[in-house]
């Protein structure tokens, strides 16, 4: 299985940060959107290392489908066909009030945003005609001053992140891969997710070998129990930031704990994070991250997706952890 992990850098620190990382030996590097765009630390990284690029993910709802393509494109080009475009939805506050865009219908939403990236690569790839026209977005308009061509490395794959069902069959319908989302379980995976890949490729008459799927996880890991207490720590506030989350109820409910929501929301409109903590029990952690030493968190990673795919993403939240030990994680999926 091959790791990616998350080049958490500023554009201006990326380069450094994607040697080291690089250096470890793991497959790819991904961004999130977070503190800094999503696609500049990419573009540095690009001229720096030959591993694979992707983000992880880029919000689609408030870009244009063709701002996308064009962005997809050049980092296409830029790292020589080793990028992939993970888009993602994020959740209505955040859309209406921080990016200041329209929230209705998010898996309609991302289809049509899919649908239009993809028209618009292949248009310009193969030189058709574009002719693009949804429910949210049209496309119609491409003159030669506009196009760019045929990409010599080929057109990015585009991947989308989902956790519920309907955007889990949205991903298995239209993407070239799912990215699982972070936050869930080994029971909800199985149980919620992967019917509802099933479900979205049959109704798009697709077969798994259609489908990349790329799950996440997130990784507590340390070699001394002084270093799996800081990582624990670390995970535990991301879980409990994600647990506060209405959107990820479900995988809570699937474990039986799903009263635990709404006094996690509750508690992160007062900034209470401490008792937050508090709330997130060493079961949880176990349940819903993964953690140990390298070969330990390895071990688990296989277990619990050795058998679907070949991939996964491994997020070390609010913590340090050594480049040997990263090396040492890859060292044991591979």
């Not at 983000?55 to 990028?83: C, E, W």
């Not at 997130?280 to 030493?293: F, H």
Request: glycine share 8%; with cysteine; aromatic share 8%.
């Amino acid at each position: 299985m091959r790791l990616d992990v998350q080049l958490h850098a500023r554009p201006d620190a990326a380069a450094a940060r994607a040697v080291e990382l690089a250096g470890t030996g793991v497959a790819g590097l991904f961004t999130f959107e977070g503190p800094h765009d999503v696609f500049l630390p990419l573009a540095v990284a690009s001229q720096a290392v030959e591993t694979d690029l992707m983000t992880n993910v880029a919000i689609a709802i408030p870009r244009s489908p063709m701002h996308l393509a064009h962005t997809a494109y050049d980092l296409q080009l830029l790292a020589k066909g080793r990028f992939r475009l993970g888009l993602g939805s994020q959740v209505r506050p955040h859309i209406e009030h921080r990016y200041g865009a329209t929230w209705d219908r998010p898996a309609a939403r991302m289809r049509e945003a899919v649908l239009a990236v993809k028209a618009i690569l292949g248009a310009w790839q193969d030189g058709s005609r574009l002719d693009f026209r949804g429910e949210f977005t049209r496309h119609t308009l491409m003159p030669p001053t506009f196009v760019p061509g045929p990409n010599p490395y080929g057109v990015p794959p585009v991947y989308l992140g989902a956790l519920g069902p309907l955007m889990t069959r949205t991903a298995a319908e239209v993407a070239d891969g799912l990215l699982v989302m972070p936050f869930h379980s080994h029971r909800h995976f199985r149980e919620r997710t992967l019917p509802a890949v099933d479900a979205g490729l049959e109704a798009a008459g697709r077969t798994r070998a259609d489908l990349t799927i790329q799950p996440q996880a997130i990784v507590a890991m340390g070699r001394t129990d002084e270093e799996l207490a800081a990582a624990s720590v670390g995970v535990r506030g991301l879980l409990a930031f994600y647990g506060s989350t209405p959107a990820y109820r479900p995988v809570l409910e699937v474990e039986g704990w799903a009263d635990v929501q709404p006094e996690l929301n509750r508690l992160s409109k007062q900034g209470d994070w401490a008792a937050m903590f508090e709330l997130v029990t060493d079961e949880m952690l176990e349940t819903l991250a993964v953690r140990g030493t390298p070969e330990e968190c390895a071990a688990e990673i296989q277990r619990r997706f050795g058998d679907v795919a070949d991939r996964v993403c491994a997020y070390f939240p609010g913590y340090d952890v050594p480049l040997d030990q990263v090396r040492d994680l890859a060292a044991a999926l591979a």
